[in-house]
C-alpha cells in the first residue's frame, strides 16, 4: 500500500454508518489473532493509522479508561470504537462483528464438528503467534513516540514495565496504571494544550445512572434471584466473571473454571480441551464462554447455552461503558484528570511493552526462524504499510513453509 493509498483510505474521520462499523470489525474479528495486547495493536493500526477515525492521544486515553474498568479492555476498546463512529448501535455492531467468529467457531467445536483444538500446534498457528510479535512491536513503538516524548514520562513507562513483569497478570497491570495516575497527577501538571476536539461521544447522560445502577443490581441480586432455575444460575456465574475480572483474556479462565467445573456443569477435561481451542481462534478470549455454555450438561446447552453466556459474560462491559462514556469528554479537559492521563498513558506503553515480551514474545519466539519472521512482519507493517490483515496470513503461510524446509 502506498502512502497516497494510506492517506485516502484512512481519511474517514466523523461519523460513519452501523454496516460499516460491523463490517470492519468482522474482518478484524476474523484476522486478529495474538491476544488481547495484539488486539490493541491491531485497532491502532485500523483506526488511528489507517481510518483516522481518532488520533492517537483519543485512542491512548480510550485505552487507559479500559485498562481501569473490569473485563475484557481489547473488547472494550472495540465496543468503545464502534460508539464513537455510530453510536449504541455502533457499539452493539462492533462487538458482534469482532466476537462472532471466534464465538462461532468454537460453539461448532463444542458440537464435536470442529477441529482446531488438533491443530493447537500446527505450525500455521505458530506463524500467528510469531506476527503478534510484530503487531504488538508496532503498537508500542508508535504509541511511545506519541506519549512518551520526554525522559519523565519514557522512564516512568519502563518503571511500569518492570512492575507489570516483576508482578504477572492484573495486579502488575493495574498498579502500574495506578502508579502512572499518581506520579502523572503530582509531576505533570504543566500548561499543556486542551485535548485537540471532542471524541464525540453521542451517548445520552440520561442512560448512565441507570446503567450503572443495574450493573450493580444485577451483580449483587442475580445469585439470589437463581434459586432452581439453571438459566439464571448460568447467567448470573458467567455476568459475575465478566463484572469481577480485571485485566481480561486469561485472567478470567480461573473465575470461568470455578463457575462451572465443581457444580458439575463442565467436566475438567472438557474445560481444558475448550481452552486448548480458544487458543487457535481470532478475537477475544472472552468467547471461551460461549464454548462453555454449549458444552456444559445441563439444558439450555448447545448454541443456546453459548448465546446466554456470551451475552452474560459481555453485558457488564456495556453497562460500565454507557454509564462512563458520556461523561468521558468532560474529564479527560478537566486539568487534574489530564495530567493524570499523562501518566496513565506513559504507563499504558509500558504495560504493553512488557506484554510484548511476556506472554507475546515468550510464547512466539523459539529460535532463528521465528525472529527472522517477526522481523520481516515488524518491517512489512512499519515501513511498507501492508494491511495487518494480509501479513497476519503471510505469517501463516511463511510459518507452515519454514516447518517443511
Not at 51 to 61: F, I
Not at 91 to 112: C, D, K
Amino acid at each position: 500500500m502506498t502512502a497516497e493509498t494510506e492517506t485516502k483510505s484512512g481519511d474517514e474521520a466523523g461519523p460513519g454508518g452501523v454496516g460499516e462499523v460491523l463490517r470492519v470489525f468482522f474482518r478484524l474479528g476474523c484476522t486478529s489473532f495474538g491476544g488481547p495486547i495484539a488486539h490493541l495493536g491491531y485497532f491502532r493500526a485500523e483506526f488511528v493509522a489507517r481510518r483516522r477515525w481518532l488520533d492517537e492521544a483519543h485512542y491512548a486515553d480510550l485505552v487507559a479508561l479500559c485498562q481501569f474498568l473490569p473485563g475484557p479492555a481489547s473488547s472494550q476498546v472495540a465496543v468503545s470504537l464502534g460508539i464513537l463512529r455510530a453510536g449504541l448501535a455502533g457499539g452493539v455492531a462492533a462487538w458482534l462483528g469482532f466476537s462472532l467468529p471466534s464465538a462461532i467457531a468454537l460453539i461448532a467445536f463444542a458440537a464435536g464438528v470442529g477441529t482446531i483444538g488438533a491443530m493447537h500446534d500446527a505450525a500455521w498457528l505458530a506463524g500467528l503467534r510469531i506476527v503478534a510479535v510484530a503487531v504488538v512491536a508496532q503498537a508500542v513503538s508508535g504509541m511511545a513516540r506519541t506519549l512518551c516524548p520526554d525522559r519523565p514520562r519514557a522512564t516512568l513507562a519502563v518503571v511500569s514495565a518492570i512492575l507489570a513483569l516483576a508482578a504477572p497478570g492484573a495486579p502488575g497491570q493495574i498498579g502500574a496504571i495506578a502508579l502512572g495516575a499518581v506520579i502523572g497527577w503530582r509531576a505533570f501538571r504543566a500548561p499543556a494544550p486542551a485535548p485537540a476536539g471532542e471524541l464525540g461521544i453521542t451517548l445520552s447522560r440520561a442512560f448512565a445512572a441507570p446503567a450503572l445502577v443495574a450493573f450493580a443490581s444485577l451483580l449483587l441480586g442475580l445469585p439470589f434471584l437463581a434459586g432452581e432455575s439453571h438459566v439464571l444460575a448460568l447467567f448470573a456465574a458467567f455476568y459475575r466473571a465478566g463484572a469481577l475480572v480485571f485485566g481480561g483474556g486469561h485472567v478470567v479462565l480461573p473465575l470461568l473454571q470455578a463457575a462451572v467445573v465443581p457444580p458439575g456443569w463442565v467436566d475438567n477435561d472438557a474445560f481444558l480441551a475448550g481452552y486448548g481451542a480458544a487458543q487457535a481462534v481470532p478475537g477475544p478470549l472472552f468467547t471461551f464462554a460461549a464454548y462453555l455454555g454449549a458444552v456444559m450438561r445441563p439444558a439450555p446447552h448447545g448454541w443456546r447455552g453459548g448465546l446466554i453466556a456470551l451475552v452474560a459474560i459481555y453485558l457488564p462491559s456495556f453497562l460500565l461503558l454507557i454509564g462512563i462514556l458520556p461523561f468521558w469528554d468532560a474529564l479527560r479537559r478537566n486539568e487534574t484528570v489530564r495530567a493524570a492521563l499523562r501518566g496513565v498513558n506513559a504507563a499504558v506503553v509500558g504495560v504493553l511493552l512488557a506484554a510484548l515480551y511476556t506472554p507475546v514474545w515468550t510464547s512466539a519466539i523459539a529460535g532463528p526462524r521465528d525472529f527472522a519472521l517477526a522481523l520481516a512482519a515488524f518491517l512489512a507493517l512499519v515501513f511498507w504499510r501492508v494491511p495487518p490483515w494480509l501479513v497476519v496470513f503471510a505469517g501463516a503461510l511463511g510459518a507452515a513453509a519454514l516447518a517443511v524446509v
